[in-house]
């Protein structure tokens, strides 16, 4: 037989139809709906009069347009209250579960999805933002679609679709100290380009993935969309199933063994070819912080910032040339899918705990989910972080988007731990700059872009 | 999303000659609010087209007299970056048939198809005649002709004077679909039987 990958295993196991043209009719195991995307398509297959085909296999949440305060007693703009209604009304009339604004299970898509073991190794799933990706994390064919595409499942729990070419993107050697998932994931998108992903499915490999938790994995995962993939997956080992093994919507005893054998198999064979082969080396890998506006800009935090791109540099009010360290920035943003898990909490409260946030900075800690918030209460998080002079908010997309009201200011500058620093993706006139948890939490106590290397041992503040 | 079919386009073009055009750039955010998918045609480019105080920037090339037309050419890897299927909706509403461009990311390109904007991909040395050509005279039409799958492009007002045609790809089946202004999800719901078939094999 001929050797595989794991993405072309995965691809047959779910093709439906292959056709003359190369696409295939592809089956969704799970589709995640949030309020933005949904609305339209749940309106289109009631227009055409077609019923919502597997409503079982759909999981429907609120977390992209909400605010993270106040959640119990919202106030929302009119247009934001429809959509969170309308979303409401469509899970009810097709009998959808779904887990909406202070439901214990609620929270970003992609932070509740593999937290809740609705994810699973060797499923293909589809939500209606491009950040599915990040489930890829598991093992699983994860990729975000369109509103159109989104009605297609509701119709028909499948999608037409060009198979994507694949790419192995191996980093030997392990991550330093202080040096996080997001930093390799940075150095990677700086290095290939924020093109290089297109038309690709990518696989990640090598000892920095193999020794790395599932939530450093789903960084990596999550931020394959930025360099133009489809989505990006790691085969599932024994930290895959560590991770969801009773979890809420996990099986168990007899079910959960036979579903492990089975996972056990999802790998690569060892002669399959790829496309595309890139390696790296972790060592090589540093902090990393972007300066411009595509999340292609990163640059080592201990490097300068790069002369040319004169509209990225007029946006971010910088000349070029000169050092990014030490340079102001006036907020800090700790969340979204893909730095706003428990994991992420930790890391931020262990660095500042018994610092004293900068005066200078305004801090904005919205945890990923309503369990990852809980949690971080329950872990005394929230105390480290109050004592620093941080709040907890509630869980949402947030500031990542800034579709609510956390929205940064025009010229600001942002340490943030999201996705994407496109002109105004934070708000008008945002100034975004893309970095760990870490380098969030040494930026937010010296106001300053710093090493997260160096101040704890030089500032002790 | 019903449309209109797409044949033949002759329409000037409008340039915005800029590389990785995300879709936050072409709809922000903040103008996602709505239930419908009508509407979003006035907020297409909408932090380039308009001041912070919410008046028409003159310097923007929508604002201009050459800002109107169904071609848009643009730089490469255009529609990057989030999902959202307004940026497809916008581009549409505001009357652009045509997205010309040396690349387009995956999930943009998906998205157009499925609206009736035909993502017409050339190659990186393309493009840059095009840019050229356009430059000489912005107010020339182009033509795009879908059936034939043949792009000409010229800088003078009469097209019998072309100085540059060149053929495009497209997938059978969507070049159908746009031709004839029909979709996807028709087709698929009509798969039900062969669905449900490779359900029966299937454990998730
Ligand atoms: S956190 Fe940001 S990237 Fe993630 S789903 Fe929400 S808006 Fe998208």
Known sequence: MKSKTLFDKLWDQHEV????????VLYIDRHFLHEVTSPQAFAGIEKRGLPFFRPDQAIATMDHNIPTTGQANPVMGVESGLQVDRLKENCAKHGITLFGMTHPMNGIVHVIGPELGLTRPGMTIVCGDSHTSTHGAFGTIAFGIGTSEVEMVMASQCLLQRRPKTMRITINGKLEAGVSAKDLILYVISKLGTGAGTGYFLEFDGEAIRSMSMEGRMTVCNMAIEMGARGGLVAPDDTTFNYLIHREFSSAGEQWEKALSGWKLLKSDEDAVFDRQETFKASDIGPMITWGTNPGAGIPITGTIPQGDEKALAYMG???????????????FVGSCTNGRIEDLREFASYVKGHKKAESVTAWIVPGSKKVELQ???EGIEEILNEAGFDLREPGCSACLAMNDDKIPAGKYC??????????????????????????????????????????EDCRL | MSFEPITTIKSKVVKLQVDNIDTDRIIPARFLKSVDSSGFGKNLFHDWRYRPDGTPDPEFVLNKPEGQGQILLTGKNFGCGSSREHAAWALYQYGFRVIISSGFADIFRTNALNNGLLPLEVDVDTLARLMELHQSNPSAPWTVDLQSELLTANSRLKTEDCELQTAFDINPFRK??????SDVIDYLAGLKPQIIEYEANHTI
């Open chain 1, 17 to 24: 139809l292959s056709l003359e043209d190369g696409s295939s």
């Open chain 1, 318 to 332: 910088w000349q070029g040339g000169e050092k990014i360290m030490d340079q102001k920035i006036d907020y800090v």
């Open chain 1, 376 to 378: 971080a209460r329950a």
């Open chain 1, 415 to 456: 340490i943030s731990t999201s996705n994407r620093n496109f002109e105004g993706r934070q708000g008008p006139g945002a100034r975004t700059l893309l970095a760990s948890p870490l380098t969030a939490a040494a930026a937010a106590l010296t106001g300053r872009i710093s090493d997260p290397r160096r101040v704890t």
């Open chain 2, 176 to 181: 159908q679909c746009l031709l004839t202004g």
